[in-house]
Structure formats: C-alpha cells, structure tokens
T-cell receptor
C-alpha cells in the first residue's frame, strides 16, 4: 500500500534560520513525488515534481531533493512569508492518477 | 487563465439537504479530481475522472456522486447531507507531468 509520512508535524524557525522538512514514502513504482504549499483558507499550490532518485529542483529559497525512500524540502534563509503548511504527495504506477498525501508540516517563520 | 474555479466558496446545509459543488478548469486537462480535507486526516480522494465520460471511486466515495459534464466541468453532489460530510472540498485537474492543480475550495458545514 502506498504511504507518505511527513516530519516534523510543526516547525518554528527564526527568520534566516535554514532547515529541512522530511517526506518518507513507500510506493510501488514511483511515477512522481510532489511538493505543495498550502496557506490557511486556500487550496494547495503546486511547487515541485521529482521523478527519480537523485533529482533536485529549486525555486527561490526552496530546494527539493529525492532518494529512493524519502524527499527533503530544504528552506534556506526563510522569511516570514514562507510560513505555510507544506504537503508531500506521491503517485505510484499501481494508482495511476491518484495522489497519496502526507499529513503536512506546518512551518512558522518568526521575524 | 483562471486555472481551477469552484463554487460556492461557503455553504451551510441542514442534515438531509442536497447540493452540488461545481468545478471548472480552463487548462484543457483530461483528468479531474475531488478531494476532502479534514483536520488530522489530510487530503482524501473522493472521486476522479480520467477523461470526459468516465468517473471512478476514490478512497472515500460513500455519500457522494459525480458528473463529468464535459472536459472543463466536474461536479460533486451530496444527495442527503450528513454532519460527517462537514469538510473543505477541493477540486483539482492534472497537468502533463502528473502534477495536480487545485481550486480554492468549498467550505461546507452540515448541521
């Protein structure tokens, strides 16, 4: 059964304090691993797709990496506007079209 | 491009009432999805449509029906609302790289 676990559940950082969010996954035949950002009261916003181990994607202060068992979302020198819930999801070959989501990590960046 | 739009944004129903949630996308995507998001449960797939004219059950389909009206529109119907259906509902459509794009959500309360 495809499964996604995110840690930590919540993370508080000072502005400029870099850190990483973890997404551990179990999937039969990875088609893609996805990172989303969700602000309160809004829908998830697509950030990155990673397709194979070793792949990396960057966007501003965010960098996503992928291994065969987990993905990391590295946040470099975060700003208060980076505060949000970050969701990880996977799509497996046996569940075409279906995303399996983790519970999310809620990030708070204090000025 | 508006992306994925949903109506209504908020709705309050009494137990036993019915309603239809509307979703439309202007990205010419084939696949569309309905999710519900509940605290502590994450995002769970209700129904999906891989193409116009086809629909399939997701993880939590009981109490819901869907209609893929055309390539742009995918509606979700609650025939007899129950308090357990109080949730935030998101519609999504799938891009070429399997990533999904989400609408702003409908916040439903059933009393």
């Amino acid at each position: 059964e495809d499964q996604v676990t995110q840690s930590p559940e919540a993370l508080r950082l000072q502005e400029g304090e870099s850190s990483s969010l973890n997404c551990s996954y179990t999937v039969s035949g990875l088609r893609g691993l996805f990172w989303y950002r969700q602000d309160p009261g809004k829908g998830p916003e697509f950030l990155f797709t990673l397709y194979s181990a070793g792949e990396e994607k960057e966007k501003e202060r965010l960098k996503a990496t992928l291994t065969k068992k987990e993905s990391f979302l590295h946040i470099t020198a975060p700003k208060p506007e980076d505060s949000a819930t970050y969701l990880c999801a996977v799509q497996g070959a046996s569940n075409t079209g279906k995303l399996i989501f983790g519970q999310g990590t809620t990030l708070q960046v204090k000025p | 491009n508006a992306g994925v739009t949903q109506t209504p944004k908020f709705q309050v129903l009494k137990t036993g009432q019915s309603m239809t949630l509307q979703c439309a996308q202007d990205m010419n995507h084939n696949s569309m999805y309905w999710y519900r998001q509940d605290p502590g449960m994450g995002l769970r797939l209700i129904y999906y449509s891989a193409s116009e004219g086809t629909t399939d059950k997701g993880e939590v389909p009981n109490g819901y029906n869907v209609s893929r009206l055309n390539k742009r529109e995918f509606s979700l119907r609650l025939e007899s609302a129950a308090p357990s259906q109080t949730s935030v509902y998101f519609c999504a459509s799938e891009g070429q790289g399997y990533e999904q794009y989400f609408g702003p959500g409908t916040r439903l309360t059933v009393t």
